[in-house]
């Protein structure tokens, strides 16, 4: 694929509704992280995989945020009952390996917006 | 923590002004650096890099040097063009855990007007 997709990229809900956001990123990379991005303000690290291990997911806010990437691929960030402190840009990346000079590319993101 | 400053905007220009953008950090060990762009509609996108201590990374006439003994990456243009007007976001790699998380600043919003 061309570079890193997220779909939705627009999802209204209802305060107390489960959403599910997905990330597909470019072929063949190993690390995938998600971000939340308030506005005004920069991204800030949700977790990040190493193929299918979660292996840090100290970013996130609380037990109704949770993500799996069950193939080492596609990953899909999911928060249950939402509440309207959870509208926010959130963005996925990856990069082909895992050091930290490399690059990562960063998909159009996911604005949610909890009524 | 790891942390990121960047000095705030907006930042107005006049089209083939000179640009600087300060950013600042604290970090443990030493991190790559990054700055990443946001144009008008679109995603993040990488514009530079510089991954040790006095690396100068440079692209489409963006410029930052990598200072250890000041911990900072300014950004600088020699004449900004209108289609610059983006937001600016100065990040390091913090590997003190698994993975690379990025720690990014605040942004900093730039207004070229012609």
């Known amino acids: 694929g061309a570079g890193v997709s997220q779909s939705p990229r627009y999802k209204v809900t209802k305060r107390g509704q489960d959403v599910a956001l997905r990330c597909d990123p470019i072929s063949g990379h190993v690390s995938l992280y998600w971000y939340r991005q308030a506005l005004g303000q920069g991204p800030e690290f949700l977790t990040y995989?190493?193929?299918?291990?979660?292996?840090?997911k100290s970013g996130l806010p609380n037990d109704r945020f949770s993500a799996e990437r069950p193939e080492g691929s596609i990953s899909t960030l999911t928060i249950q009952r939402t509440e309207q402190r959870d509208s926010a840009m959130y963005r996925c990346a990856s990069q082909s390996g895992t050091s930290g000079q490399e690059t990562q590319y960063f998909g159009p993101g996911t604005r949610l917006l909890v009524l | 923590g790891d942390s990121v400053t960047q000095m705030e905007g907006p930042v107005t220009l006049s089209e083939e002004a000179f640009l600087t953008i300060n950013c600042t950090y604290t970090a443990t060990g030493y991190p790559s650096l990054f700055w990443y762009v946001q144009y008008p509609g679109e995603g993040l996108q990488l514009l530079l890099k510089a991954t040790k201590a006095d690396d100068k990374g440079s692209n489409k006439g963006f410029e930052a040097t990598y200072r250890k003994e000041t911990t900072s990456f300014h950004l600088e243009k020699g004449s900004v063009q209108v289609s610059d007007s983006a937001v600016y976001f100065c990040a390091l790699s913090d590997r003190s855990t698994y993975g690379n998380k990025l720690v990014f600043g605040a942004g900093t919003i730039l207004r070229v007007k012609s």
């Open positions: 995989f190493n193929y299918e291990a979660q292996q840090d």
